[in-house]
């Protein structure tokens, strides 16, 4: 069963996994950051705690679930917009519904390969994921701008940590999909698959509330942030229509806005100290 920790393969291959999901979870980190903000301050850590834990469960989850993992990239269904003359006869005779220019599918369609109007389990994830993001960036942004405050009542508190961390472990499930996907590519063993999430989801505790703080602290920070967040939902929608943009990109983007931000709020405080 652990014939592995012999092999230097193996440790190679752990240590990819590992900077695979921390890299990958920067998104989530930043997205549990602009979550836990709305809780009590009492509240904040154990909300941060339970959140991870619950998202480090889902992944094992999903990893153990290879089989049908793996199955999340299969067609669920298909469709053909275009002159259906150019489906081979295989392909319309397999059709449940079609007319002159469009055609619906059960499955992939036969005798194609990787078309775009295939729709997967995967695909129906990165949607609702990504719309999730939107909604809940737009409205956070909205707040932020309004000045809304949250209700201190015990009751709405109580709900709200449990809210927020089932919100956090949902959209684990998005940030992670692809990259347990990855993992099950890479790894052979499900041992490494597993140790490389926890390690990952331990890093991301650690990280999260300097994280956290720092844009609490700064609600330009917040706003840059949760601007970032409508981007990742955007890429994620795109990907669920097989329109591929690098994540990179962002990051750069978001990274130089950052780096602005930062010298403004060292020029700001600068200001404040002469006077």
Known sequence: MFEWILSVDAWLTLLTLCVLEIILG???????????SKLPPHLRDKGRILGLGFAMLTRIAL??????????????????????????????????????FFAFFSGAIPNMQDYAGEISGRDLVLLLGGLFLLFK??????????????????????????VVVAEIAVIDIVFSLDSVITAVGIA?????MIIAVIIAVFVMLFASKPIANFV???????ILALTFLV???????????????????IY????????????????????????
């Open 188 to 192: 052979q063993e499900v041992e490494i």
């Open 252 to 275: 750069v983007a978001m990274g130089f806005s950052l780096l602005v931000e930062i010298l403004n709020i060292m020029a700001l405080k600068h200001k404040e100290n002469q006077e």
């Open 26 to 36: 920067i998104d989530n980190i930043i997205f549990l950051a602009i979550l836990v």
């Open 63 to 100: 990893l153990l679930s290879l089989f049908w993992v793996m199955k999340l990239t299969n067609a669920l269904f298909s469709f053909y917009i275009g002159d259906i003359r150019n489906l081979s006869e295989l392909a319309l005779s397999s059709a449940l519904f079609s007319t002159s």
């Open 137 to 162: 960036s737009f409205k956070e942004i909205k707040e932020c701008i309004n000045g809304n405050e949250q209700e201190n009542s015990s009751l709405k508190i109580s709900s709200n940590l449990w």
């Open 216 to 222: 609490e602290k700064y609600p330009s920070i917040k």
């Open 231 to 249: 981007l990742v939902g955007a890429v994620l929608i795109a990907q669920s229509f097989d329109l591929h943009i690098s994540k990179s990109y």
